[in-house]
């Protein structure tokens, strides 16, 4: 494959990615019209957001089976078909109950793509050095979708109305599909592995507890009776297939995997990222809008920089891994992140309250080393895995954001519900989580993986 054609296929494996965003970003934007265009309660509306987020969190790692067993090229087109086609529907339905349905089906479609795509760049970029740079590169994209999502989806809503952003993704799916079946001729799969129905049907319905018990908490509380037989339930599932795994001879997740203890700290590591990273922007944006009075697109716009600095951070990774180990590289960034948030709350305590500037530039040093750290962690993580545990890896990595995320927006929002009187002390609280949490990080990377 020629440089051009290398470059082209990077571009595709993460258009995925991209559209993946804009339908989390782009469609919290749309609520309010989807809303009044089908006449329907907000609590109703917000499950269009809870059944993509709950499809997309509980079978990412069921597609990392599928993924190894079938093959990264054939799951991803599958999965881009299915995510393409839900969205068509997206553009034609006025019922709520069909597009939370499809919605659902976008989830599915996007959890099959998103870690067979990341496989597939793994297996195509062979070089490890080509490798770490095509997976920074890979990580800038994402993280650019990520940083102008909100931007990019309003643009769409404002031209083009809320189904605008379905209807992008039908050619973007379709040239998806047809650049996969020209640039990639080999489907690496092994029928040998064994997928157990049983085991992925208990972590499919205990992510969906847990994701209903975390998203619906937010609206009901997290202590409301109804929200609690969910929780319980998810610890119920949890538990029955944390003994059923143990036997299993097909297990979600590689006994091999489990007891490697790189594979178990570069996830923690990820969960992590996500935790801290969905926390900081929910609550910074809500400080923005009010406490200091500012409007969304100012709020909006004040978080874009730390979002740009992300992505530097990747970029960065991309150019020194080629002279500095990825190891090193991860350990610099969690320093960095740490450093970020102690001086946000040193000038918190200290002078009673942080500048604006000054906020901005340290969440722009944390986001410095976020950006490092992403690429960095999910390139040892695909080194572990290898070729063959590659799609398995992948969805690990992937499950991991999902559910930090909601880990993080839960976080959040009980530091928010708990001190909303004193944005000052919200913004201190916030900060010192971050600390604990990269702090614990940074020892148990130095303990188990940067030896």
Not at 61 to 67: D, H, N, Q, R, V
Not at 107 to 133: C, E, H, N, Q, W
Not at 397 to 405: F, P, R, S
Request: include cysteine; glycine fraction near 8%; charge should be positive.
């Amino acid at each position: 494959m020629n440089k051009k054609a290398s470059a082209y296929l990077l571009f595709v494996l993460s258009l995925g990615y991209v559209m993946a965003v804009l339908d989390t970003t782009g469609v919290v934007l749309a609520i309010p019209h989807i809303k009044m265009d089908m006449q329907v309660s907000l609590e109703q509306s917000i499950w269009v957001i809870n059944a993509y987020v709950l499809a997309l969190g509980s079978m990412l790692l069921l597609s990392g089976m599928l993924t190894a067993k079938y093959g990264a090229k054939k799951i991803l087109i599958f999965g881009m078909l299915i995510f393409t086609g839900a969205s068509l529907g997206c553009t034609l339905v006025n019922e709520i109950l069909a597009m939370i349905v499809l919605r659902f089906m976008q989830g599915f479609g996007a959890a099959l793509f998103m870690p067979s795509s990341l496989a597939l760049l793994f297996l195509t970029y062979v070089d490890p050095i080509k490798r770490a740079t095509m997976l920074g590169i890979w990580t800038a994209i994402i993280s650019v979708a990520t940083g102008t999502g909100s931007f990019i989806a309003g643009m769409m809503i404002s031209y083009f109305g809320w189904r605008g952003i379905f209807l992008v993704n039908i050619p973007l799916g379709a040239l998806t599909v047809l650049s996969l079946l020209i640039l990639v001729d080999k489907n690496i799969a092994d029928q040998q592995v064994k997928i157990d129905i049983l085991d992925n049907l208990l972590l499919v319905l205990s992510i969906s507890c847990l994701v209903i018990y975390l998203v619906e908490g937010e609206q009901y509380g997290y202590m409301d009776n109804i929200l609690l037989l969910f929780l319980a339930l998810a610890l119920l599932f949890f538990t029955w297939l944390f003994f059923y795994e143990r036997k299993s001879k097909a297990p979600i997740v590689p006994i091999e995997l489990l007891k490697n203890a790189e594979f178990m700290v570069t996830n923690l590591i990820g969960f992590v990222v996500n935790i801290s990273l969905y926390g900081i922007v929910l609550i910074l944006g809500l400080y923005f809008q009010i406490y200091l009075k500012m409007s969304a697109v100012v709020a909006g716009s004040l978080i874009v920089p730390g979002m740009v600095i992300l992505v530097v951070g990747n970029l960065f990774y991309a150019r020194a891994v080629n002279k500095i180990s990825a190891e090193m590289l991860a350990t610099i960034s969690i320093v960095l992140a740490i450093l970020g948030a102690v001086a946000i709350v040193g000038f918190e305590l200290f002078s009673g309250k942080i500048s604006l500037l000054l906020l901005l530039a340290f969440f722009a040093l944390m986001s410095l080393g976020i950006g490092i750290l992403t690429p960095a962690t999910t390139t040892l993580l695909m080194q572990v895995a290898g070729q063959k545990y590659s799609g398995i890896a992948a969805a690990t990595l992937n499950a991991n954001k999902q559910i930090g995320g909601l880990f993080g927006t839960m976080l959040a929002s009980i530091i928010v519900g708990k001190l909303s009187q004193n944005w000052d002390l919200v913004i201190s609280m916030l900060f010192l989580s971050n600390i604990l949490l990269y702090l614990l990080i940074f020892i148990v990377a130095r303990r188990y993986l940067y030896r």
